[in-house]
């Protein structure tokens, strides 16, 4: 498709819609939404595949709050077919036109046929990259660069934890941790999902039941973890606090198993004088080129075969529902996809 050809764009379109927090049940599916208009430097992208995420679960919850009603999901893949006025240079190649295929980060907007987004919110994404996977790559791929090249670069000798360790992310950091030299320790709930995990280079794992500071101490000459990446939060916040070696780092990047409470600084010292960060996948893409930049790091790696995506469930648009409750239920590896 060429700029110059000319696209049809309905003005309703299937959507998910939320009108107020809670369960799975909040989403509904309708027929019926307005098309959205690309403002100034946005584009309006036709959406092939919406990536699901932990994010999209705190928001319908109300744990990050939103305006209401809104149509849920962060990322997406699809093709411009119009431009809003005044866009940026918002790809690697130059400013977007319509015709070209995106990958794009935006807050809730992708459950749906169309999505307005900001240029500089999507990233021209090769063709040889399969639906599925580049509408899980903006999300999970960068959330994964992030954590192992950016709040704790990981290196040769390194010993990180990764709670979570056969889901979405933790299958990408796994391989991306390995890739920098690193061992990894991952925490899992089965045996199926350990032997993924191990598939996907794990060096150890260990069941929830078991995961404990002792235990990390023995894995590791007694000396504990350079860093430990905890996507689970409350449940296993202490833990992996306490399972890192002096001066070490504690990188909470989610909360599946609810929000962690207030804690007195005072812990940080107590566990060794560690650090704590709770980072956003929007802090981590602010600089200048850096959303673009981390893309094109994933993307490499897609290419030469270091990284592979698991798609773990592919569902129609229509059952949102279904693939909520299945990855909050942890009956999911890998990443989930909706199809509009």
Known sequence: MSSSQTVTIPNTMHAIRVSHTGGADVLEYKDDVPVPQPGPGEVLVKIDAAGVNYIDTYFREGIYPTDMPYTPGVEGVGRVVAKGEDNGDASSSGELSVGDRVAFYNTNCSYADYAAVPASAAVAIEETIDDPTAASLMTQGITAHYLSDGCYSLGEGDTCVITAGSGGVGLLLTQMAKA????????????????????????????????????????????????????????????????????????????????????????????????????????????????????????GMVANGSVKFRIGGTFPLSEARTAHEQLQARKTTGSLVLIP
């Open 180 to 299: 920098r030299g690193a061992t990894v320790i991952s925490i899992t709930s089965t045996e199926e999902k350990a032997q993924l995990s191990r598939d996907n280079g794990a060096d150890y794992t260990i069941n929830y039941d078991d995961y404990s500071p002792e235990k990390i101490r023995e894995l590791t000459d007694g000396r504990g973890a350079d860093v430990v990446y905890d996507g689970v939060g409350k449940t296993t916040f202490d833990t992996s606090i306490h399972s890192l070696r002096p001066t070490g780092t504690m990188v909470l990047f989610g909360a599946a198993s609810g929000p962690v409470p207030p804690i007195d600084p005072q812990l940080l010292n107590e566990a060794g004088s560690v650090f704590l960060t709770r980072p956003s996948i929007k802090d981590w893409t602010s600089r200048p080129g850096e959303l673009q930049s981390r893309v094109q790091a994933v993307v």
